[in-house]
Nanobody
Framework: QLQLVESGGGLVQPGGSLRLSCAAS????????VGWFRQVPGKEREGISC????????SYADSVKGRFTISRDKANNTVYLRMNSLKPEDTAVYYC???????????????????WGQGTQVTVSS
Protein backbone atom coordinates (compact mmCIF):
# COMPACT_ATOMS: atom_id res chain seq x y z
CA GLN A 1 0.00 0.00 0.00
CA LEU A 2 1.14 3.49 -0.80
CA GLN A 3 2.58 5.26 2.25
CA LEU A 4 2.29 9.03 2.48
CA VAL A 5 4.32 11.21 4.83
CA GLU A 6 3.26 14.77 5.52
CA SER A 7 5.26 17.67 6.84
CA GLY A 8 5.08 21.44 7.10
CA GLY A 9 2.29 22.16 9.56
CA GLY A 10 2.64 24.51 12.49
CA LEU A 11 1.53 27.74 14.11
CA VAL A 12 1.24 30.87 11.98
CA GLN A 13 -0.29 34.30 12.44
CA PRO A 14 -3.31 35.40 10.41
CA GLY A 15 -2.19 36.54 6.98
CA GLY A 16 0.85 34.29 7.09
CA SER A 17 1.87 31.39 4.90
CA LEU A 18 2.78 27.75 5.21
CA ARG A 19 3.71 25.00 2.79
CA LEU A 20 2.62 21.44 3.39
CA SER A 21 4.40 18.51 1.77
CA CYS A 22 3.14 15.02 1.03
CA ALA A 23 5.85 12.57 0.06
CA ALA A 24 5.62 8.97 -1.11
CA SER A 25 8.40 6.41 -1.20
CA UNK A 26 7.38 4.77 -4.44
CA UNK A 27 7.03 5.72 -8.09
CA UNK A 28 3.48 4.34 -7.86
CA UNK A 29 2.59 7.79 -6.53
CA UNK A 30 2.38 8.85 -10.18
CA UNK A 31 -0.58 6.55 -10.74
CA UNK A 32 -2.76 8.50 -8.31
CA UNK A 33 -4.38 11.87 -8.19
CA VAL A 34 -3.39 13.49 -4.89
CA GLY A 35 -5.06 16.05 -2.74
CA TRP A 36 -5.77 17.40 0.69
CA PHE A 37 -8.57 17.14 3.20
CA ARG A 38 -8.81 19.03 6.43
CA GLN A 39 -10.77 18.40 9.58
CA VAL A 40 -11.68 20.27 12.73
CA PRO A 41 -13.09 18.54 15.82
CA GLY A 42 -16.77 17.80 15.52
CA LYS A 43 -16.92 18.37 11.77
CA GLU A 44 -16.65 16.16 8.71
CA ARG A 45 -13.41 15.93 6.79
CA GLU A 46 -13.46 18.55 4.02
CA GLY A 47 -11.79 18.04 0.66
CA ILE A 48 -10.01 21.27 -0.24
CA SER A 49 -7.69 20.66 -3.16
CA CYS A 50 -6.57 18.07 -5.68
CA UNK A 51 -4.06 17.65 -8.50
CA UNK A 52 -4.38 15.10 -11.28
CA UNK A 53 -1.93 12.27 -11.99
CA UNK A 54 -0.12 14.22 -14.65
CA UNK A 55 -0.28 17.48 -12.76
CA UNK A 56 -2.14 19.29 -15.49
CA UNK A 57 -5.40 19.69 -13.64
CA UNK A 58 -6.06 21.23 -10.24
CA SER A 59 -9.15 21.96 -8.21
CA TYR A 60 -9.93 23.92 -5.07
CA ALA A 61 -12.77 24.31 -2.65
CA ASP A 62 -14.32 27.77 -2.62
CA SER A 63 -13.07 28.28 0.92
CA VAL A 64 -9.42 28.21 -0.22
CA LYS A 65 -9.60 29.28 -3.87
CA GLY A 66 -7.22 32.13 -4.63
CA ARG A 67 -5.21 31.56 -1.45
CA PHE A 68 -3.96 27.97 -1.72
CA THR A 69 -1.90 26.45 -4.53
CA ILE A 70 -1.32 22.75 -5.08
CA SER A 71 1.63 21.48 -7.10
CA ARG A 72 3.36 18.24 -7.89
CA ASP A 73 7.03 17.30 -8.16
CA LYS A 74 7.02 14.02 -10.03
CA ALA A 75 10.79 13.56 -9.83
CA ASN A 76 10.61 13.54 -6.02
CA ASN A 77 7.22 11.88 -5.59
CA THR A 78 5.97 14.88 -3.62
CA VAL A 79 2.86 17.04 -3.67
CA TYR A 80 2.85 20.47 -2.08
CA LEU A 81 0.10 22.72 -0.77
CA ARG A 82 1.15 26.33 -0.54
CA MET A 83 -1.19 28.21 1.78
CA ASN A 84 -1.17 32.01 1.72
CA SER A 85 -3.29 34.63 3.47
CA LEU A 86 -4.14 32.16 6.18
CA LYS A 87 -7.19 32.80 8.34
CA PRO A 88 -8.12 31.49 11.79
CA GLU A 89 -10.82 29.39 10.13
CA ASP A 90 -8.11 27.50 8.25
CA THR A 91 -7.07 25.95 11.57
CA ALA A 92 -7.45 22.19 11.21
CA VAL A 93 -5.61 18.91 10.84
CA TYR A 94 -4.63 18.57 7.20
CA TYR A 95 -4.50 15.14 5.58
CA CYS A 96 -2.87 14.20 2.32
CA UNK A 97 -4.78 11.63 0.28
CA UNK A 98 -4.06 9.51 -2.77
CA UNK A 99 -7.17 8.89 -4.86
CA UNK A 100 -8.09 7.32 -8.22
CA UNK A 101 -9.53 10.60 -9.52
CA UNK A 102 -9.88 14.13 -8.14
CA UNK A 103 -13.65 13.88 -7.95
CA UNK A 104 -13.16 11.69 -4.88
CA UNK A 105 -11.74 14.70 -3.05
CA UNK A 106 -13.95 17.41 -4.51
CA UNK A 107 -17.10 15.43 -3.67
CA UNK A 108 -15.85 14.27 -0.27
CA UNK A 109 -15.99 10.52 -1.01
CA UNK A 110 -13.77 9.59 1.92
CA UNK A 111 -14.46 5.87 1.53
CA UNK A 112 -12.78 5.91 -1.90
CA UNK A 113 -9.47 7.31 -0.68
CA UNK A 114 -6.70 4.82 -1.47
CA UNK A 115 -4.12 6.03 1.06
CA TRP A 116 -3.95 8.68 3.79
CA GLY A 117 -1.13 10.65 5.28
CA GLN A 118 -0.81 10.79 9.05
CA GLY A 119 -2.17 14.32 9.30
CA THR A 120 -0.44 17.56 10.26
CA GLN A 121 -1.82 20.32 12.49
CA VAL A 122 -2.14 23.82 11.11
CA THR A 123 -3.01 26.52 13.63
CA VAL A 124 -3.67 30.11 12.56
CA SER A 125 -3.71 32.38 15.57
CA SER A 126 -2.28 35.64 16.81
Amino acid sequence: QLQLVESGGGLVQPGGSLRLSCAASTFLFDTYAVGWFRQVPGKEREGISCITRGGGGVSYADSVKGRFTISRDKANNTVYLRMNSLKPEDTAVYYCAAVPICMVITSGQIHRVSSWGQGTQVTVSS
